[in-house]
């Protein structure tokens, strides 16, 4: 009788051998791609280590051949060993010059004129010829050795040639000829033979001594060296673009660098030591001519080198044309004429110079600037640090001058030009702060041609003007490829968004440009045109209309907004990384704020004014500073927040300045630092915002307490004696917040009033019944602030325990040898009160009920019996600490055990401390290492139950009240 599975048990079994038919198919597939694959005789590759089919690509085999996993690499034939190919070829190199140098120096004169010309004439030219059959037989790595070989071989046929035919010649002239003819051979040697890599950058490096070898053989002038190197630099940079093969152009672009860098240190060198105007002319047409070559170069370089390339024209324009004028300014003023040619070169904005080149000379204005503003940091950093020598001779009498109450010694009329670049630093960014829309609009042309796809092509959100259109086809149609920094859309006639009128042959979108691929008669985002006249290649003119950038509608970077506003002017929130317009503004404004500070500080010290002129400047300064910080400049402006808050620091940091500065004379002090607290105070009343709030009334609070100190100087008090007195302010701090409650400006006031109160108890320190009396004082207060529900808490503990350490103090002060008698009165009714507490409320704390009445009296007593040579007194503080902790233990009341328990430890180890001395005395020195290391053992074995015994220990103390 046949046996029936049930339907399930019958459907697993079924799946288990599907799975195991699949296994053994995919296995065969597996098999059979690996046989047909080496069955199939190997196809040329493209290129050494090229595997297209690592990337998707199809590979070069039949169309027939199996797939190969993603990544994989196909086998390869046999192939030479390379790496032991190439050593072998260059140490055989190698040899062969030496054997050639060693011949040529050394073997020289044992042959005649003729025999010695016939010999490296034919070794020359045998090494010039066996490159050309060997790349024929396509030995191509030979080929190279011998080419090398015979780039040595032509140098010591030079050498030979100067040694026997034209042994008088000039060392110098002889060689830039040699450099010359070798350099012209060896360029028609590797273009004739294009395949050797070796000829053409050799050729490079032999170009770039000939000019220089020839202007010092003839004993030129530095200016005509100068020359020399700037030819061979745009030779180099010639070479650079337009040269064969990546080595040669590689090499002349580190070549040209360099002879270049050197023309512009020898033309720097020139016109900063000219005599006179004059004279910086001729060096002045030096910088000029390489930044004009830089920009050239820039032109069509990629991204990098076009902004390296600004950088160095802008950085020769401002030495070629400051360099005239600097020549004959003083020594102190010549930094202004510099700084004039930079701020001109802003103008770039306007010009036609690509986007990267612009950017480029913009930085080098910027850098020149920064410069200059950098020259000013070391006045400034005087007139603001300076006034701090008066802190050890305050009061000593005013000083004559500015300069004398500084204490500096600056070269003052070298710094002469200093606040006028602060001031016109600050001056133009105050106006981009002021009129940034303006200026944006100034900028438009340069953030165009940087935006993506844009190039020559008009403004974001710019209108068009009719014929004003660019056809992509009239110029790169046929799929060639842009050049770096045009601005010419690629193939496909892809119009560029924000042109007016752009229009190509058949918008075809770029899949490596996201905004390219505008479709033909549609004009671009953001711009509207007439139909297009100029274009004739592509599909005709675009007819746009005006359009906006919506949100999520794919818009380029610098539109934003609904009517398509660029970044630059706020109409984009996140920019590509791009800093947002608001951002810009308010550093401009902020940067302005402190640039126009730091020049009126300066400018009184480099003119040296009276003393007086110098404090009451300072004071006015940090006035005008705090209005700026109160009412800002536009409550609506972008940015305005930034100026307001770059103006409070710069107001306290001024503030500082003109009190140390005032500390020369006693009525500059009163007079300076009252002024400062009433402009603080009247800062902190008319301020919105919370935290400037706080700000300013911290800085009242602490002019407040400064000038609590000088009255004490006046009244000729010693420090200790004066300490009381500093306590005023901070009694008038609780009081104002008493009355300002939950003000957030209350909680800063008061905890500067509280550092107020610590540094009156740092003076009167040094007297111990003035610290006592300090301390009670200190306890009032903070009993005063106590009396307000949110400051209880803390404040509360804190009365308690100032009150508390001003009777030890005074007990200590008046050497008492038995404090109990003080103490016990305070303690027993203290114990009472929290006892009669603890029956009313049983969840009260035993630290707010027994704390401070056992507290009152443990604590001095075990003071004292840690330096009392009788036993009586620790016996029955030890009593008395044990019967605490028992308590505490039995009543589960947490204060006593902790107080009682630590009173007794204490005490106990001061009692075994002498006996503990002995016996670690009389102990081997190896033993206490062996327990320390044993107890390690002990604690580390049982790891786990000492840290539940600790949580055990914590939770039970924990549940104590």
């Not at 080929?143 to 026997?164: I, K, N």
């Not at 949100?551 to 947002?580: D, E, I």
């Not at 700000?695 to 100087?713: E, I, P, Y």
């Not at 620790?874 to 947490?894: M, Y």
Request: proline letters at 8%; hydrophobic letters at 55%.
């Amino acid at each position: 009788m046949e046996h029936v599975l049930p339907p399930a048990e019958e459907l697993a079994r079924l799946d288990r051998e599907l799975a195991e038919l699949e296994a053994r198919r995919a296995r065969l597939l597996t098999r059979r791609a690996w046989l047909l694959a080496a069955l199939r005789p190997p196809a040329p590759s493209a290129a050494p280590g090229w595997n297209p089919s690592a990337w998707g690509a199809p590979g070069t085999g039949r169309p027939d051949a199996p797939a190969r996993p993603w990544g994989s690499v196909p086998p390869k034939g046999p192939s030479a060993p390379r790496g032991a190919q190439n050593v072998l070829l260059t140490l055989g190199g190698l040899l062969l010059t030496v054997a050639a140098i060693a011949f040529t120096l050394v073997s020289w004169g044992s042959m005649g004129i003729g025999g010695r010309s016939a010999v490296l004439a034919l070794v020359t030219a045998g090494a010039l010829a066996a490159p050309a059959v060997l790349l024929k037989r396509g030995l191509t790595a030979t080929a190279e050795a011998l080419t090398a070989l015979a780039l040595v071989l032509t140098l010591l046929d030079a050498y030979a040639v100067h040694a026997v035919a034209a042994p008088d010649t000039d060392g110098l002239g002889f060689t830039a000829g040699a450099a010359a003819v070798l350099a012209a051979l060896w360029t028609g040697y590797g273009l004739a033979l294009g395949r050797l890599r070796l000829p053409l950058p050799a050729a490079v490096v032999l170009a770039q001594w000939p000019l220089l070898f020839g202007a010092w053989a003839a004993g030129a002038p530095a200016s005509v060296v100068g020359w020399a190197l700037l030819a061979t630099a745009v030779l180099d940079g010639a070479i650079a673009l337009w040269g064969r093969g990546t080595g040669a152009r590689v090499t002349a672009c580190v070549g040209g660098s360099v002879m270049g860098a050197s023309a512009l240190l020898v033309g720097l060198t020139q016109s900063v030591t000219a005599s006179g105007p004059l004279g910086a002319l001729a060096p002045g047409a030096l910088l000029l001519t390489a930044a004009a070559a830089a920009l050239a170069g820039a032109w069509r370089a990629p991204r990098g080198v076009a902004r390296a390339g600004g950088v160095v024209a802008g950085l020769a324009v401002v030495a070629a044309v400051g360099g005239v004028p600097a020549a004959a300014l003083p020594e102190g003023w010549r930094v202004l004429a510099y700084v004039s040619a930079a701020l001109a070169l802003t103008a770039v904005v306007r010009t036609g110079l690509p986007g990267n080149a612009a950017l480029g000379v913009l930085v080098a204005s910027a850098a020149v600037v920064a410069g200059a503003l950098a020259g000013a940091l070391p006045g400034l950093a005087a007139v603001l640090l300076g006034p701090v020598t008066l802190l050890p001779d305050a009061w000593a009498g005013p000083e004559e001058g500015f300069r004398a109450a500084l204490g500096s010694t600056l070269p003052w009329p070298e710094l002469r030009a200093a606040p006028v670049v602060l001031a016109v630093t600050a001056a133009l960014l105050g106006s981009a702060y002021r009129w940034w829309p303006s200026w944006a609009r100034i900028a438009e042309p340069l953030i165009a041609r940087e935006a993506p796809g844009a190039g020559a092509t008009a403004a974001p959100g710019a209108s068009g003007t009719p014929g004003a259109g660019v056809a992509a086809g009239a110029t790169h149609g046929a799929g060639t490829p842009d050049a770096p920094d045009s601005g010419t859309p690629r193939a496909g006639g892809t119009a560029v968004p924000g042109a007016p009128g752009a229009a190509g042959a058949g918008g075809t979108p770029d899949p490596e440009r996201p905004d390219a691929g505008t479709p033909v008669g549609a004009a671009a985002p953001g711009a509207s045109g007439a139909p297009g006249t100029g274009g004739r290649a592509g599909a005709g003119g675009a007819a746009g209309a005006p359009a906006a950038a919506a949100p999520g509608t794919g818009a380029p970077w610098y539109a934003g907004g609904p009517a398509g506003a660029p970044w630059y002017t706020g109409g984009a929130s996140a920019a590509r990384g791009r800093p947002a317009a608001a951002a810009l503004r308010g550093a401009a404004g902020a940067a302005a704020a402190v640039l126009g500070w730091g020049a009126l500080m300066l400018a009184g010290a480099v003119l040296d004014v009276p003393y007086a002129v110098a404090v009451g400047g300072e004071t006015v300064l940090v006035a005008g500073l705090l209005a700026l910080a109160v009412h800002g400049t536009d409550g609506g402006r972008d940015g305005s927040a930034a100026v307001r808050g770059t103006a409070l620091v710069v107001a306290l940091a001024g503030a500082v300045s003109a009190g140390l500065l005032s500390l020369a004379s006693e009525g500059a002090s009163y007079a300076v630092f009252g002024v400062l607290a009433a402009l603080f105070a009247g800062a902190a009343v008319r301020a919105r915002g919370g935290a400037p709030r706080a700000v300013f009334a911290v800085a009242a609070t602490a002019g407040c307490t400064v000038l609590t100190g000088f009255a004490g100087r006046s009244l000729g008090l010693a420090p200790h004696e004066a300490a009381p007195l500093v306590l005023l302010v901070p009694a008038l701090t609780v009081l104002l917040g008493a009355g300002l409650r939950r003000d957030p400006v209350a909680a800063p006031v008061e905890l500067t009033g509280a550092l107020g109160a610590l540094v009156a108890v740092g003076l009167a320190v040094p007297d111990a019944p003035f610290l006592a009396l300090v301390l009670a004082l200190c306890g009032v207060l903070a009993a005063g602030a106590a009396v307000r529900p949110e400051r209880r808490p803390v404040a509360g503990h804190l009365a308690a325990g100032l009150f508390v350490l001003a009777t030890w103090v005074r007990l200590g002060a008046s050497e008492v040898s038995f404090p109990e008698a003080y103490t016990l009165p305070v303690t027993v009714p203290a114990l009472v009160v929290g006892f009669l507490r603890r029956r009313k409320d049983p969840e009260a704390s035993s630290w707010t009920a027994y704390g401070p009445g056992l507290a009152v009296t443990l604590l001095p007593s075990l003071a004292v019996a840690w330096t009392d040579p009788d036993w009586r007194r620790p016996l029955l503080l030890g009593v008395a600490a044990l019967v605490i902790t028992l308590l505490g233990a039995r009543h589960r009341l947490q204060a006593l055990l902790l107080l009682g328990g630590a009173v007794l430890a204490l005490d106990g180890l001061h009692e075994l401390a002498p006996y503990v001395v002995q016996v670690a005395g009389a102990l081997p020195r190896w033993l206490p290492p062996a327990l320390a290391g044993l107890l390690l053992l002990v604690v580390g074995a049982t790891y786990e139950q000492r840290l539940r015994d600790a949580r055990r220990l914590r939770d039970a103390l924990g549940r104590m009240r």
